[in-house]
């Protein structure tokens, strides 16, 4: 993996891919828990670590990313060889470092998650259960199945000898397995590297990413509103689609027209007046995070924004068929 010189355009060195491409965000706090886990079994005499590698990397083609190439593979995009080869690594008595593509399967959860046997179908709520007093029970079928899964999981948990952790682009990828690497050098003969990831042979230099422009966000959706002819959209910019949406329709003055009895059809100019922008927003959260329990989801505020504004059309229509 390299960047290609005036000399030797068609050459490959790893040491100019890392002296030209930056370190992904979160990279030294993940390389530490890593060297800590590296540590750790160092330390205990006869244990053996293997890195398994699993998942696909992204190719981004912006700064940005909305845009990207996967590696695509059903076995390795999501991860069923990593995934279940680190479970019997572990049923051999190693200790894992599991390197994975972010949401693709896991060790023991890869039975449940990615499947046409959902986990929520293996449960059900008992006749006494309650809100203040919940009682979940598992299917006696489906228990004899989960039960070694669980146990395994548990056993495994209580030995600390799995050690998860994600990535995404190939940048990610390739920065992480250096550091693991280098961890696991100290091993010698007991380290073994087992890399099921489908890696993208190529890459994009960060100067030749495209540039997304948040000053576009309204033009784009005016644009798609006159040019569709539909009622709204819903905008939001990358890094703070988890707290912040943008509506934008017809405005009130053109109520109309934003109901579908605009005779100029799809593709039509318009105005800049014709439309409104509302902005729904979550204060106080980490744009970055997932919502906890208890907080209020973005995707709540959406949706009943739309109910509002649906229940509006219905009642527009009404009142328009009764004056006929």
């Known amino acids: ?12 060195s790893t040491e100019s891919y890392f002296q030209t491409q930056r370190p992904p965000p979160g990279l030294d706090e993940k390389a530490q828990v890593m060297d800590d886990f590296v540590t750790r079994w160092y ?5 053996k670590v293997v890195l398994v590698t699993s998942g696909g990397t ?13 590696n695509f593979s059903a076995g390795t995009l999501i991860g069923t060889r990593g995934a279940t080869s680190a479970e019997y690594f572990l049923k051999a008595d190693y200790a894992v470092i599991f390197l994975h593509r972010q949401h693709s399967l896991r060790p023991f959860s890869r039975h449940y998650s990615h499947s046409l046997n959902p986990f929520l179908d293996l449960l059900s709520l ?10 979940i029970l598992v299917r006696p079928a489906d228990a004899t199945k989960l039960e070694p899964v669980l146990r395994a999981y548990h056993h495994t948990q209580s030995r600390g000898t799995l050690l998860s952790v994600d990535f995404q682009t190939v940048n990610e990828y390739l920065w992480l397995l250096r550091a693991v690497t ?6 010698g003969r007991r380290g073994m590297f087992y890399l099921a990831a489908a890696v993208s042979d190529f890459f994009l230099p960060e100067e030749k ?18 040019r569709y002819g539909h009622q709204l959209v819903i905008g939001n910019d990358l890094h703070r689609r988890k707290i912040e949406v943008v509506f934008v329709e017809r405005s009130r003055s053109s109520l ?3 109901y579908g009895d605009d005779d100029r059809g799809p593709g039509a100019e318009a105005a ?23 907080e209020v989801e973005i995707e709540e505020v959406i949706v009943k924004a739309l109910v509002e504004r649906h229940q509006r059309w219905l009642n527009a229509g009404l009142q328009s068929s009764l004056r006929e």
Request: proline letters at 11%; zero cysteines.
């Open 1 to 12: 993996m390299s960047l290609p010189s005036p000399q030797h355009p068609h050459s490959f």
């Open 126 to 135: 008992s006749p006494t259960s309650s809100p203040s007093s919940p009682e």
């Open 182 to 187: 280098g961890s696991m050098a100290r091993l």
């Open 272 to 294: 800049s007046d014709e439309f409104e922008e509302t902005w729904l927003r979550l204060d106080g959260l980490d744009p970055t995070t997932d919502a906890r329990e208890g």
């Open 209 to 226: 990413m495209l540039e997304t422009d948040p000053a576009l966000l309204i033009p784009k959706s005016r644009a798609a509103l006159a």
């Open 58 to 70: 992204t190719v981004p083609l912006e700064a940005n990313t909305v845009r990207f190439l996967d």
């Open 256 to 258: 109309g027209k934003r």
């Open 43 to 47: 330390g205990s005499a006869g244990n």
